[in-house]
């Protein structure tokens, strides 16, 4: 069994028990169904992440059966977990951890009208207000890459890197968010389904009004560093 | 801390507990997702109104944890929850009550449909007799107007006065409800949203049948007046 | 306070008892926000119905406030929950009553995708299996009628007279079902939702296959006289 | 009253508890209304399977009153719950299990979206990557077929039958899955629903992006043979 040190084995507990707990968050916005989609977070101060095991039912998830990696998606020999296999998308959030060094969280569904605009590859342009505040502009679409390599991560990281948004809609799959930490993507995953729900069917309708840009900046810059009860900043 | 002499500081302590308890109908109804949407009321018989705080979970809000303001949206110092920001959208809803005296309650939500409407800048017509009884016609749009001034309020203000309608669509950003309490603007809110959706299907399979002037009145009247175990009377 | 002599006594404590409960299921089955939605039942043996009261919110409703009138839609006075106003929509379910005597339950609700044909005037033509089980064909559309007078009750009976469907959509307004009794009128609020929602996202997409007639007759035979645990027979 | 040897009772007692909680997944991934859609398992080691009473409420299933039938979808007299009649689709799960001696579990349910697709006669297109992880393809339309004979079991098995998909769209009627037992057929129905509503939803807004036939292949394949906790195999 590995052992860390007193201080990173204090912060895997906390980050198995975030990233445990925060895939009910996922059921409850009715962001999956079965098994799908999964939430890992980043262990703060050392290489290492937690992420959920594969094809498990939520109610089964609990802080003993995250599994603990490195940042290569490597299972950790002999720690709680271990005897598992990870989410079949760990390469994916590994590559993320490796060349996006800011992200704590990242998170994974296949949310029904974020995944409707993946199935078109057509991003979601910003035209309410909670969008702006939200991810600064349009949810841009990555890349068709499928599972076996590191094109879905590649992915991920070339279109979100220098982006505002946090979200990404991968073409014909789904999308993928990152956060500061497991929690902050986990918001973001289900803000990404409200404004793709909300924007289909605004234009379902009719023709929907653009927001000016310097409207959409003023209030991203405004929310990324007023809203709530602490600044946050923004994480790329 | 303030004291306002026994009979309002019992009138705050209901108003606290019923703003508290409504955040969970806006969760019960699907009106809002995260930390989003706000219930605020005012407190009879004295310059003051209790809203939620900013950026905090739902499951957390309890009656003393909501914010005392005064009419300009000022928190009120040394108060239960004082240490906390309120939501950033008290400017508007200090605004409204400062401006329309006989309102109790404002609500904000940017549920589904009702902003799906809003980002078109379109009025829900009132073709269902349901919304001619609880709006008396149809739903108005106010202005686009971005958060950091009074021009959210004045928006809500200019639209709402004079207008059978406690609820309007701020363009791009969701509805705004009022009533004669904080329940009052929630049930708008709820049936806001209610009409968004069943109007946006109605419309999308076809052409609806406008309701005559006439039956709009009629049901309006009726309704203020004799629904419900007691009258309740227009609020504007 | 009435007496109805001991048989009749307890034929009135069971209806109110269904018909609180029942209440319970619009909401589950999502067909009813706030207020909104009524259900009333017929007392076997007595020329009695009853119903709820007027907008009670549905956690408080309990077979003591459910309210007995006779078939004029008069409350009874003395009687538990008389000290209340019946529901607004009283008057349509007491004509009912009085005009199909085979009719033992009448439930009311402005539920979405049912409302959204009434909205258009249109009627739901079958084309799936399950509305030719249940309902035997198309749902009709009633006439506009507004409150206030017997229009809304003669319009459904004038509807469904002779109809196979326990359905009507009455224009601009919603759905009103009949049934065997209050429960059997509760399953057709539930279905003509279902089958509002199943093909209106049908012929959303493209053109839906009409059902041959015989099939129609054959499944609608069949269901009335084999499904479930005991013959249902068709009420009218 | 039967017996077959305390192995093969073990197996049917079993079969009885998984079959009876199964049906409650029907109900949380809100695929059934009233008492709408069924679940049946086979008994290992036997010419038996588990299936449903028609027309019973969700809350009152219980493994005892699940029915034991044999392969001809005769109900076994003597048997827990033999007093009931089985589900009114027994025939068409009996028609599967005679002829698909691979198949543990079937689902039948009027799920909406599914049944949307069905009443078009639509196969749905492959245009999502866990449509290709689970179906290995689009998912078929089976022939338009009325209760009463062995029609709607042959039009599964013929469509089934050499098909990657575990879901067949039977015409105006709905989705009819299979699987290697129960739990797997539940899967392929919530899974159904899923994409049915996800691809309904991408092309109502304009042109769905087609995945490559060897994407496809590949997805199909690595997901049978890597995804979970173990292999899971195809069934047919």
Same mark, same amino acid.
């Given at each position: 069994?590995?052992?860390?040190?007193?201080?990173?084995?204090?912060?895997?507990?906390?980050?198995?028990?975030?990233?445990? %707990?925060?895939?009910?968050?996922?059921?409850?916005?009715?962001?999956? =169904?079965?098994?799908?989609?999964?939430?890992?977070?980043?262990?703060?101060?050392?290489?290492?992440?937690?992420?959920?095991?594969?094809? =498990?039912?939520?109610?089964?998830?609990?802080?003993?059966?995250?599994?603990?990696?490195?940042?290569?998606?490597?299972?950790?020999?002999?720690?709680?977990?271990?005897? %598992?296999?990870?989410?079949?998308?760990?390469?994916?959030?590994?590559?993320?951890?490796?060349?996006?060094?800011? =992200?704590?969280?990242?998170?994974?569904?296949?949310?029904?009208?974020?995944?409707?605009?993946?199935?078109?590859?057509?991003?979601?342009?910003?035209?309410?207000?909670?969008?702006?505040?939200?991810?600064?502009?349009?949810?841009?679409?990555?890349?068709?890459?499928?599972?076996?390599?590191?094109?879905?991560? %590649?992915?991920?990281?070339?279109?979100?890197?220098?982006?505002?948004?946090?979200?990404?809609?991968?073409?014909?799959?789904?999308?993928?968010?990152?956060?500061?930490?497991?929690?902050?993507?986990?918001?973001?995953?289900?803000?990404?389904?409200?404004?793709?729900?909300?924007?289909?069917?605004?234009?379902?309708?009719?023709?929907?009004?653009?927001?000016?840009?310097?409207?959409?900046?003023?209030?991203?810059?405004?929310?990324?560093?007023?809203?709530?009860?602490?600044?946050?900043?923004?994480?790329?």
């Amino acid at each position: 069994m590995s052992s860390y040190g007193p201080q990173v084995e204090v912060a895997i507990a906390r980050v198995r028990a975030d990233v445990a %707990r925060l895939h009910s968050e996922l059921v409850r916005n009715n962001l999956v =169904v079965w098994t799908g989609g999964n939430v890992s977070g980043r262990v703060p101060g050392a290489d290492l992440f937690v992420i959920k095991p594969s094809g =498990v039912e939520y109610p089964d998830l609990a802080p003993e059966n995250m599994i603990l990696c490195d940042l290569d998606g490597t299972v950790i020999p002999g720690t709680p977990g271990s005897e %598992r296999s990870p989410s079949s998308d760990t390469a994916a959030h590994a590559y993320v951890y490796r060349n996006m060094p800011e =992200v704590g969280g990242v998170v994974h569904t296949h949310s029904t009208y974020a995944t409707a605009w993946a199935a078109r590859g057509e991003a979601i342009p910003c035209v309410i207000t909670a969008m702006a505040d939200e991810f600064g502009g349009e949810i841009p679409i990555g890349p068709f890459a499928i599972i076996g390599d590191d094109s879905i991560g %590649r992915g991920i990281v070339q279109t979100l890197t220098g982006h505002r948004s946090r979200a990404v809609l991968m073409q014909n799959h789904g999308p993928f968010t990152i956060g500061k930490d497991a929690r902050d993507a986990v918001k973001a995953a289900v803000m990404v389904e409200d404004v793709a729900r909300t924007v289909h069917l605004a234009r379902q309708a009719g023709e929907v009004i653009p927001i000016p840009q310097d409207a959409i900046d003023s209030l991203f810059d405004r929310y990324q560093n007023v809203y709530g009860q602490a600044p946050q900043g923004v994480i790329q």
